[in-house]
T-cell receptor, first 114, second 111 residues
């Protein structure tokens, strides 16, 4: 597609529910990143894929967070047993090459946990 | 985010004025210094970036100034326009690290 696509755009979950957030990166982009952005803050790194390999998951806040990119294109971020503190915008970004190159961001999924 | 400090947190500039946003970093291994622009409801988008081999880069109304010894770089927006109203993030990094974003500067350009 023309840009990075994320779905759903908005997600409301009850505390304790599991959620899955999808990211369609730009076709041909090798690298894919997930970021979490709290209101009024800068994006914070969660995890990084190069093709299907998850090379860095140091930013995932707990073992309730899990990300995958099984075929090296579409990625899913799953949050199990959601908590109120998980409420944030989850941003996906892709880049043609490695970590330091220009990132193209999607518009994000705004998650609200009630 | 402790590695990167942005200032000011917010900025109001009159149309036609100059907006200046600063970023200080700690990691001397950083070798790529971008500024990202984010509008409400959108993801950040790369605005302009500089490598440490030059001290200044200009693209249209946007200029990055880089001071390696002070470990600082800044974004200058000349002839600021209401359409420039957005949040700006610095995100220095090296080729072996992921972007570390500052906390952002909310710019409002008044008509």
């Amino acid at each position: 597609g023309a840009g990075v696509s994320q779905s759903p755009r908005y997600k409301v979950a009850k505390r304790g529910q599991d959620v899955a957030l999808r990211c369609d990166p730009i076709s041909g982009h090798v690298s894919l990143f997930w970021y979490q952005q709290a209101l009024g803050q800068g994006p914070e790194f969660l995890t990084y894929f190069q093709n299907e390999a998850q090379l860095d998951k140091s930013g995932l806040p707990s073992d309730r967070f899990f990300a995958e990119r099984p075929e090296g294109s579409v990625s899913t971020l799953k949050i199990q047993r959601t908590q109120q503190e998980d409420s944030a915008v989850y941003l996906c970004a892709s880049s043609l090459g490695g970590r330091g190159e220009k990132l193209f961001f999607g518009s994000g999924t705004q998650l609200s946990v009630l | 985010q402790q590695q990167v400090k942005q200032s000011p947190q917010s900025l109001i500039v009159q149309k036609g004025g100059i907006s200046i946003i600063n970023c200080a970093y700690e990691n001397t291994a950083f070798d790529y210094f971008p500024w990202y622009q984010q509008f409400p409801g959108k993801g950040p988008a790369l605005l302009i970036a500089i490598r440490p081999d030059v001290s200044e880069k200009k693209e249209g109304r946007f200029t990055i100034s880089f001071n390696k010894s002070a470990k600082q770089f800044s974004l200058h927006i000349m002839d600021s326009q209401p359409g420039d109203s957005a949040t700006y993030f610095c995100a220095p990094n090296s080729g072996y690290s992921t972007l570390t974003f500052g906390k952002g500067t909310m710019l409002l350009v008044s008509p």
